[in-house]
């Protein structure tokens, strides 16, 4: 248990529904990292937050999903209107400020989501 | 997009035996890492070696890095049953995300 939570562990829904996943970083952590990974495949980074703020998202964030972290604490992850193609295990991790501290990323169990 | 690929794709190897894994990338980068993943889990950091480090060592964990030729390899001595997972090596090129390989699947067999 690296001391990264992920609510909740599985996830099923149907094509077109909406969900949000929460992470819970290390409590001093101050970057928190969203990663997507496909069966038989490494992770791929999706986004990050310093403290509130979004600094980075990568072009596979399509328009449906979005992630916040309002008071620089827990992140939500949403997806709207979920098709298929975003059957994933989603990752979420975290790092310390400043330095050599950042450089390493602790992980969470995931979220495993299948779209029906 | 994957800036590594790990070689093999899958290890099979008897308890005692020592396991090697091979990561290639194509940029230049700042640092490369290692992580374990059992299945269906999350990762787990092994270790951690910047663009001016040539070696690593961590327990039974020992780490290179070829910035020439783009490629680094971890050796896993004396392994283990519990050794069992997938393996896998991400770059840092700049800002703070981590770009992974498609992993190496490595079974210790008791």
């Known amino acids: 248990d690296t001391g990264v939570s992920q609510d909740p562990r599985h996830k099923i829904t149907k094509r077109g529904q909406n969900v949000t996943f929460r992470c819970d970083p290390i409590?001093?952590?101050?970057?928190l990292y969203w990663y997507r990974q496909t069966l038989g495949q490494g992770p791929e980074f999706l986004t990050y937050?310093?403290?509130?703020?979004?600094?980075?998202k990568s072009r596979l964030l399509s328009d449906r999903f979005s992630a916040e972290r309002p008071k620089g604490s827990f992140s939500t992850l949403e997806i709207q209107r979920t098709e298929q193609g975003d059957s994933a295990m989603y990752l979420c991790a975290s790092s310390a400020p400043g330095g050599r501290g950042r450089e390493t990323q602790y992980f969470g169990p995931g979220t495993r989501l299948l779209v029906l | 997009s994957q800036q590594g690929e790990e070689d093999p794709q899958a290890l099979s190897i008897q308890e005692g035996e020592n396991a090697t894994m091979n990561c290639s990338y194509k940029t230049s980068i700042n640092n490369l890492q290692w992580y374990r993943q059992n299945s269906g889990r999350g990762l787990v950091h092994l270790i951690l070696?910047?663009?001016?480090?040539r070696e690593k060592h961590s327990g039974r964990l020992r780490v290179t890095l070829d910035t020439s030729k783009k490629s680094s390899s971890l050796l896993i001595t004396a392994s283990r049953a519990a050794d069992t997972a997938s393996y896998f090596c991400?770059?840092?090129?700049?800002?703070?995300?981590?770009?992974f390989g498609e992993g190496t699947q490595l079974t210790v067999n008791p």
């Open positions: 070696i910047r663009s001016n480090e």
């Open positions: 937050f310093q403290n509130e703020a979004q600094l980075e």
């Open positions: 409590s001093e952590h101050n970057r």
């Open positions: 991400a770059t840092v090129t700049s800002g703070s995300r981590l770009t």
